[in-house]
């Protein structure tokens, strides 16, 4: 009996540790490997890439900030988006929520859409980039705004669920 509840608990933490392992929070991407879920481009510089987490666990690339909003922004079925992630521009190994992110729109920062987008995890951090860079703060719904106009997504009629 003694070996059964052994193997039990056995088999319960295994389980805890697979769970445990199966977040659905952001991924490493590939520069240079993979291309971009909107516009179909090749990642090419982690700074910009961004990423969007669905609920059932399938991750899709963006090979800039505004790609990844303009998914956001023409998606059909916002709920069934887990997450959307942003690296922050400073410290590109670490994702950022992209809806608390803070952002900067600065020409002199080209990113590879063209609408010179950066993200940061503070309004300090972002304006410490716009003292050098200059342009202008943004918050995540201004972003979603910008992009909808700049790209005309909405007269457009983009939507669908491509996606799932």
């Known amino acids: 009996m003694r070996r059964t509840s052994?193997?039990?608990?056995?088999?319960?933490?295994?389980?805890?540790l697979i769970l445990s392992g199966c977040t659905q929070g952001p991924r490493e991407l590939s520069m240079g490997e993979e291309e971009c879920a909107h516009c179909r481009m090749m990642l090419s510089e982690s700074a910009y890439a961004s990423q969007v987490v669905m609920n059932r666990g399938r991750s899709f690339p963006f090979d800039s900030i505004e790609c990844m909003v303009a998914f956001w922004v023409t998606h059909i079925e916002p709920e069934s988006i887990h997450s959307v992630w942003v690296p922050d521009f400073r410290n590109e190994d670490?994702?950022?929520?992209?809806?608390?992110a803070v952002y900067l729109q600065s020409e002199t920062?080209?990113?590879?859409?063209?609408?010179?987008?950066?993200?940061?995890?503070?309004?300090?951090?972002?304006?410490?980039?716009?003292e050098?860079?200059?342009?202008?703060?943004?918050?995540w719904e201004e972003l979603q705004e910008l992009v909808a106009?700049?790209?005309?997504?909405?007269?457009?009629?983009q939507t669908g669920n491509q996606y799932e």
């Open 6 to 16: 052994q193997a039990s608990i056995g088999v319960v933490l295994l389980f805890v």
């Open 94 to 100: 670490v994702w950022l929520d992209a809806t608390t």
């Open 109 to 130: 920062m080209r990113s590879p859409m063209g609408l010179s987008l950066s993200a940061y995890d503070s309004e300090e951090s972002a304006r410490l980039q716009m």
């Open 132 to 139: 050098e860079s200059g342009g202008r703060l943004l918050s």
């Open 149 to 157: 106009v700049e790209w005309e997504l909405i007269s457009e009629g």
